[in-house]
């Protein structure tokens, strides 16, 4: 069977041969379980998507290999009832896409959204974020890696919690050092960092190595 363009696309994003290998098979698993081809010839803001995620993952983990057996948390990570903000109908770029890449790498993600997650292979949580201790009931020092994609920045999120969006974001990235284990990777889209294998220069009010905060 011949491979579309954009799957080999995004094969040749792995930086080493045994990365292609993996990402390639990866991708085939994808395919047939979500149809990712055709999701991108639909819509094709979906290959860039994936893109940024095959790329955050080789960032953070160096090799793709290396993800295998990882716990990892993908906070706001998609569901199967995405809406797009613009056209209000239905569409796959906000569909748990991340989550589903990790589980054909080999790695055992959690997922967590407001939206609703179904069929799906992972293991995930139906959690409204802005609720205060949303996230207490997950166990301290659990996951190799947390995975946060623009949550912040999206207008869907201001416009749900308005003047308390500050609020959500100090327990949000509280709960984030609670559940890491030490030397685990936090990777954010927006350049916010943890100290240890992280992906981002590390922010104003951002602690450092020592506890300090870069530029206090």
Same mark, same amino acid.
């Given at each position: #069977?011949?491979?579309? +363009?954009? $799957?080999?696309?995004? @094969?040749?994003?792995?930086?080493?041969?045994?990365?292609?290998?993996? $990402?390639? *098979?990866?991708?085939?698993?994808?395919? @047939?379980? *979500?149809?990712?081809? =055709?999701?991108?010839?639909?819509?094709?803001?979906?290959? !860039? /998507? #994936?893109?940024?995620?095959?790329?955050?993952? =080789?960032? &953070?983990?160096?090799?793709?290999? !290396?993800?295998?057996?990882? @716990?990892?948390? +993908?906070?706001?990570?998609?569901?199967?009832? =995405?809406?797009?903000?613009?056209?209000?109908?239905?569409?796959?770029?906000?569909?748990?896409? #991340?989550?589903?890449?990790?589980?054909?790498?080999?790695? *055992?993600?959690?997922?967590?959204?407001?939206?609703?997650?179904?069929?799906?292979?992972?293991?995930?949580?139906?959690?409204?974020?802005g609720v205060s201790g949303a996230l207490d009931y997950l166990a301290t020092g659990s996951f190799d890696a947390i995975h946060e994609s623009r949550l912040f920045g999206s207008p869907e999120f201001r416009s749900a919690h308005g003047s308390a969006t500050e609020r959500v974001r100090r327990e949000i990235h509280r709960q984030e050092r609670?559940?890491?284990?030490?030397?685990?990777?936090? /990777?954010?889209? +927006?350049?916010?960092?943890?100290?240890?294998?992280?992906?981002?220069?590390?922010?104003?009010?951002?602690?450092?190595?020592?506890? &300090?905060? @870069?530029? =206090?």
């Open positions: #069977m011949t491979t579309p +363009d954009a $799957l080999r696309r995004l @094969a040749a994003l792995g930086r080493t041969p045994s990365d292609r290998a993996l $990402l390639g *098979h990866a991708l085939g698993e994808l395919d @047939a379980r *979500h149809q990712l081809a =055709s999701g991108i010839a639909a819509e094709p803001n979906l290959e !860039a /998507i #994936m893109t940024e995620f095959v790329t955050r993952l =080789s960032d &953070a983990f160096g090799s793709l290999p !290396a993800i295998r057996g990882m @716990a990892v948390l +993908d906070i706001a990570c998609g569901s199967s009832s =995405s809406r797009s903000p613009v056209t209000g109908r239905r569409t796959a770029e906000f569909e748990p896409w #991340m989550c589903r890449l990790l589980v054909a790498l080999g790695a *055992h993600p959690v997922g967590l959204d407001i939206g609703e997650i179904t069929d799906e292979t992972f293991e995930h949580h139906r959690v409204d974020l609670r559940l890491l284990r030490p030397g685990g990777v936090l /990777i954010h889209s +927006d350049g916010r960092r943890r100290p240890a294998r992280t992906t981002g220069p590390r922010q104003p009010g951002e602690p450092g190595p020592s506890g &300090a905060a @870069a530029g =206090s």
